[in-house]
């Protein structure tokens, strides 16, 4: 089912700022749709939008193009998978599915039938006789996923179903979950607040701020190419540095008191403007000053290493760009291939003009 929100805003009564404020997005049929934002960013108010427990102040949003703004909640086809799975303890795993089917008045047969197909989509068959105390977490998680298919769901929305869990659970229920959605092939709406969870699972994230989307995009998109300072910073650590539009079209130079930048910008932005260039700390490597600069490699600013700490799995070094006015960039370097550089030398801050992204300031 695709989803089309149209400039969909919702204040709560008593409240002046709305709580989600014109929003606008189309989510195409079984995509892996990802709203990522800080708490208090109207994460949860969109979901609940969508899933017609709420009413918008204004706009609109329809389902395969049928506008369903005044759709009661059980009439949309939509299920919000709570955190814990909210099975029914008492009940087995086949009752559970057969649950809503037989609230919709489907004969014996025929919801027996439609509980076992969804229990055979999710690989959960085998299992039909136990109770949900008898399952894992992972499996209770495809239960849920059985019982809102069988009960006519066109769209799953997921609220942070994972904060709960500890960090090694989390990230194994990631990938399951990541698997079972897109076997369903059911258009599906996370809302989390955890980067990495969208960046890993998300076919594409909308990331939330104040209310509204700021960015769209794919996780490599957002990531690598933050439209924002906010977006930038949002999702990881990254480095900036002010200059002045020198030149553009295909090419773009940007200058800046530590030296020139070259960007391969996907927007030719105005000679003179003022730009924030971004880069992460993984997409920048590290020379000795005396190597000269890298031939692969567009962009070499000169810096000084401030400090240089050993993580493991990467090395960590601070260095001063310029003459030290510049400010000071993290770079993270794998510690398997660091040469490995010293506070106070001179060095290069060496990274592509395919690593940097501009930012509107
Ligand atoms: P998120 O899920 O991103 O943390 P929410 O959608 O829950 O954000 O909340 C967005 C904003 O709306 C917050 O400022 C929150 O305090 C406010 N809010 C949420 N629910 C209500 C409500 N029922 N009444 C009034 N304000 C609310
Ligand atoms: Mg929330």
Redesign the pocket.
Known sequence: MEIALQAISKA????D?P??SKVSASIASGEFFF?L????????????LVAGLIRPTSGGIAFDGEDVTELPVDQRGTALVFQGYALWPHMTVLENVEFGPRMSGASRDARRRVAMEQLERVQMAEFAQRKPNQLSGGQQQRVALARALAAGTRCLLF?EPLSNLDARLRLHMRDELKTLVKETGVTAIY?T?DQKEALSMADRVAV?NE?EIVQLGTPEEVYSQPATRFVADFLGEANFLGGAVAASGDAVRVTTTAGEIMVSSRTAPDVGSKVQCCVRPEHVRIRAADEGPDPSLENALEATIVSSVYLGDVRQYVCRLGDGADGEWRVAELSQNAHRFEPGQPVLATFAASSVALLRT
């Not at 934002?37 to 609940?48: A, E, I, V, Y």
């Open positions: 709560y009564d008593g409240v700022r709580a989600v709203l934002g800080p708490s208090g960013c109207g994460k949860t108010t969109l979901l609940r609220d809302v607040h939330m209310g």
